[in-house]
């Protein structure tokens, strides 16, 4: 393959996924979460703390935490944001033009991998340049721009080129190109943070040969602070400090030898995932993709056939959703066939939300809260693809000519996902084993209307359930800051961070009163003519 040839493919690869509105949604949401991380001192609370002292906000210090906010966040999201690039192909009809190509199974997917980093650092890039602009706002000290650069290229870069290589991974391997890959790959993230507590909860303060495996670099940065600093105790992302003591300043020298080799060693295993892609890869070939897309593997058809004898009477149950919808008039019938849609579409989270709701109505209250978070985490899961399951279906006509039409099907789709997440709710509100039920019913009713809006406007879902999942580990952790509790299941919730939610809720659901026709006209579907226009 020639450089003309490889610059096209690779030039081709980063304008399909920079021209998403998802990437300009994760973009905005990393940039916000960093803008928002950078604490107010006169909160009481700050950014970098040091024991009770404060690090003062100059270009080391910002470009220490932003960056492993935007780690946390963009080993995530960077993921979601990359894949996809198979399914398109097979939607758009390419694939078979992709599989005819003289070009080999090694320089397509390099290349792939290519426009998929390269897509990443810009967007990484983006953040870093918008925090300089917030040090000039906000911060104590003369911009300097080489810390930043370390940060990116040897603190960011490794876990961006590890979700480009997963992602195609995840698009080579036909069995990971749908929703398991998604779910997967997000078990694989929690596990990889889940040993960072235990580490750095013993006081550890000397880098270990094992923090390679750590790609995304959360760990050995934090040990490197540590030994920068010569202290035990270092709270990045919002902590309390004693405005008394004298403000520190972060040296310069984070990069040692150690910890530049143990990042050169991460990237080099960030591009292990390559080599099974290459293996593995489908070449869209029929016999190896559409079996996946229709659900026929082996284990899918052996698990199938083991729950079968509770399944179907299971979705007969959820059919008569249908029937009662169309007995029921007006908007209530539209609704609960909404409701049924919804449910009948993925018969088995909603088995596993039924099973969480009954447990969270008969379990101990000292449970609840486990029980009602996983029974969420399902129900954040199945409420994805509510905005864009119409248009990926190629539905979306049929949908808006049912009554009702286009200018109700958007708000009602989010009443849908709120109803649904109410009833599961419902029996561990109740009993009160939520520490702030308002900052429940606000978050679910925000995050209903965020996954209708977000599908109508990325066309998928999968920009929704980065965000979604990541809001939802963040959730989970006692950080003491009430909008990072979003459904208020860590008790850091306030009425003022619900009454937050709630206002950018229905903000989202006026938005979602105007009729989405737009794939009918300028995307996929006929255009109107003008006259004498051929």
């Not at 290349?111 to 918008?130: D, H, K, N, P, Q």
């Not at 029974?375 to 000519?401: F, K, M, N, R």
């Not at 009602?412 to 109740?430: D, F, H, N, Q, S």
């Not at 679910?444 to 979604?468: D, E, I, K, M, V």
Request: with cysteine; aromatic share 8%.
């Amino acid at each position: 393959m020639n450089s003309t040839l490889c610059q096209a493919l690779v030039l081709n690869e980063w304008r399909l996924r920079s021209r998403r509105v998802s990437s300009l949604v994760i973009l905005l949401a990393v940039v916000a979460l960093s803008w928002l991380m950078v604490l107010d001192p006169r909160t009481g609370l700050a950014m970098m703390v040091v024991g009770r002292q404060r690090l003062a906000y100059d270009s080391q210090a910002l470009a220490f935490g932003t960056t492993l906010i935007a780690a946390l966040l963009f080993s995530l999201a960077g993921f979601y944001l990359a894949r996809g690039r198979s399914q398109q192909d097979l939607r758009c009809g390419t694939a078979a033009v992709l599989a005819a190509t003289p070009v080999t199974n090694a320089q397509l997917l390099g290349a792939r991998w290519l426009g998929a980093f390269g897509f990443l650092l810009s967007l990484g890039t983006v953040v870093m340049l918008t925090i300089w602009v917030l040090q000039l706002v906000r911060g104590e000290a003369p911009l300097q721009p080489l810390p930043y650069l370390q940060m990116l290229l040897l603190g960011l870069a490794p876990g961006l080129m590890l979700c480009a290589s997963l992602a195609v991974l995840a698009d080579a391997w036909a069995p990971l190109m749908g929703r398991r890959g998604d779910l997967l790959y997000w078990g694989l993230w929690m596990l990889q943070f889940a040993f960072i507590p235990v580490l750095l909860g013993q006081g550890a303060v000397e880098l270990s040969g094992w923090q390679v495996f750590d790609v995304n670099g959360v760990s050995p940065l934090l040990v490197g602070l540590s030994q920068l600093l010569d202290t035990r105790h270092v709270s990045v992302g919002g902590g309390p400090f004693d405005a008394a003591l004298p403000v520190l300043r972060m040296p310069a020298g984070l990069w040692s030898r150690e910890l530049v080799a143990l990042r050169l060693g991460s990237m080099m295993l960030a591009l292990l995932p390559l080599l099974p892609a290459v293996l593995l890869f489908h070449r869209h070939a029929p016999d190896r993709v559409r079996p996946h897309a229709a659900g026929r593997q082996r284990g899918a058809a052996a698990l199938r056939w083991l729950l079968g004898p509770l399944l179907r009477p299971w979705s007969r149950a959820l059919g008569q959703l249908l029937g009662a919808g169309a007995r029921l008039p007006g908007v209530p019938g539209r609704w609960l066939g909404d409701l049924g849609l919804l449910l009948l579409g993925q018969p088995l989270a909603a088995l596993a939300m039924l099973a969480g709701a009954l447990a969270c109505a008969f379990a101990p209250v000292a449970a609840l809260p486990g029980l009602l978070a996983a029974t969420l985490c399902v129900w954040g899961v199945a409420i994805a693809d509510i905005g864009s399951h119409d248009l990926q279906s190629g539905t979306l006509a049929l949908a808006c000519a049912v009554p009702g039409g286009a200018r109700e099907r958007g708000w009602r789709k989010a009443v849908a996902a709120l109803g649904l997440g109410l009833l599961l709710a419902l029996p561990a509100l109740l009993r009160h084993g939520v520490a702030a039920p308002p900052a429940c019913v606000a978050g679910l009713l925000f995050l209903s209307t965020a996954a209708t809006l977000l599908g109508r406007l990325t066309q998928g879902p999968r920009s929704f359930l980065a965000l979604f999942l990541f809001a939802f580990y963040l959730g989970l952790q006692r950080t003491g800051v009430p909008a990072l509790d979003l459904l208020g299941l860590a008790g850091d919730a306030s009425v003022a961070s619900a009454l937050g939610y709630a206002a950018a809720a229905v903000a989202g659901l006026l938005a979602l009163l105007v009729p989405d026709m737009r794939p009918w006209s300028w995307r996929g579907g006929p255009k109107r003519r003008k006259m004498g226009e051929p």
